[in-house]
């Protein structure tokens, strides 16, 4: 199980590496830029689809338990 230690320390990283999220129900999320993911203790709240200006157009509430795996993604798609 993926912790919310674990997560925080993955949006805390520096430098900040993207990662992508694979939720049970066959869902993913990337998370391109550490202000674009809010960790809780038992939540991740994942900014979608983020505009010009960082700013996401609504937030996906993951459950931290039902976060089935975690991997890197390519640092080309991160966000400056």
Known sequence: MITAKQIRELLHARP???FRIYLSDG???DITHHDMAWVTRNTLEVGINPD???FAE???R???RHIT???????????D
């Open 27 to 29: 869902t993913h999320h």
């Open 16 to 18: 900040f590496k993207p």
């Open 58 to 60: 609504y937030v996906a």
């Open 69 to 79: 795996k975690v991997e890197d993604l390519p640092e080309a798609v991160a966000r």
């Open 52 to 54: 010009a200006e960082g």
């Open 62 to 64: 993951c459950a931290l």
